[in-house]
C-alpha cells in the first residue's frame, strides 16, 4: 500500500554551502542534468537517509520558477536524531540522495490582494518561495524576516533581493524583545492572508494574533515537530480494505503498528510534519496531533496523520491505499 505520494527519485548534491551559524544550504539536481519535478510555493521534499533509518521532510527554499533544482537549508539541530547531523557531518557534494515530493501542505493563495510573510529563522525557506512568487506575479505583500542574531541569519542576501523595501528585519538581540507579531496583525490591510513558518513559540504568538481571523486567511508551518504523539489511551484501528483491527496501546503510534505489521509501507517526518502518511478516515473521531491539516480540515475528521494523530473514539476506520 504504497502512497501514490511516495515515488523515489535520485538527486545528485550538487553544491553544499555554509549559509548562516549551523545552517547548510543544499543544492539538489537531476543526476542527468534534466528538469525536476515541478513545486509550488511553500513546498517540501523529503530526503531518504536508510543508512540511519531517517526520512526528513525540508522546505524548498528556491524560487518556484526554477526548474534545474532544490534548494534546501539545513539547521544542525543540537539535539538531531540523525537527520541534521548526517546531512551537516556526512553528505558530499556528489553524492546521490533519494527524494519524495516535492508536496505542499502550505500553499500560497496568490489571488489574494496582500499577503503578510513572517520567517523565523530557517523558517525563512518556504516563506522565501511565496515572496519569489509573489514578486514574480506583482503582488503586494510584505516580509517580516526575524532572527536570534544576524549571524543566523540564512538567505538574508536573497531575501533582500528579492523583497527590497518590502522586508522588514528583526533582530532580537539588537531589539531586545521577539517580533510583534500582533501589532503586524493590526496594521496589515484588510483582507490580508497570513503565512508563518518559524520556531514554536513564534508559531504560538501567530497563532494567538490571529485566533479572530478567518481560518483561510490564516497558514502556518511548523519546521519542528509539536509535543509527541504517544501517550494517552489505547485505541483500534480497523483498515478498511482488509477488515483488520489493531490494537495501539499508547507507547506507540498508529505508524508504528501498522508499519511493524506490514500493512502500512508509505511514511516520511514520522512527525506530523509533511502530510505523507495522511490516511482517510471512514468512521471514528481522531485526535489530530500533526501540524499538516488546518483547524478547518480537522473539524471535517475525513483525514488524519497517522504517524502522530490517535483517537478520540474507541476504534477508527481507515482508508491506507
Ligand atoms: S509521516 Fe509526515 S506527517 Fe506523517
Partial sequence: MQSPHNATQTMRVHRIEWAAEGTIII???????????PFTAGAHIELLMPSIGITRAYSLANDPAETHRYVLGVVLEPKSRGGSRFLHRELRVGDTIDVQGPHNHFPLDDTNDHSVLIAGGIGVTPILTMAHRLKAMGKSFEFHFAVRDLSRAAFLDEVKAVCGDRLHLHIDAEVGRPLNIPGIVAKAPAHSHFYCCGPLPMLHAYEEATKDLPD????????????????????????????EVFTIPPEKT?????????????????????????CKVLKGEPDHRDSVLTARQKATNKVMMICVSRAKSERLLIDVD
Fill in 27 to 37: 543544492d539538489l539536481r537531476n543526476p542527468d542534468g534534466s528538469p525536476v519535478t
Fill in 216 to 243: 483561510d486567511n490564516v497558514h502556518l508551518e511548523y519546521f519542528k515537530a509539536p509535543p509527541p504523539a504517544v501517550g494517552g489511551g489505547a485505541f483500534e484501528v480497523e483498515i478498511a480494505s482488509t477488515g
Fill in 254 to 278: 498508529i505508524l508504528e503498528v501498522l508499519s511493524d505489521a506490514g500493512a502500512y509501507f508509505g511514511s516520511s517526518c514520522a512527525e506530523g510534519v509533511c502530510g505523507s502518511c495522511e
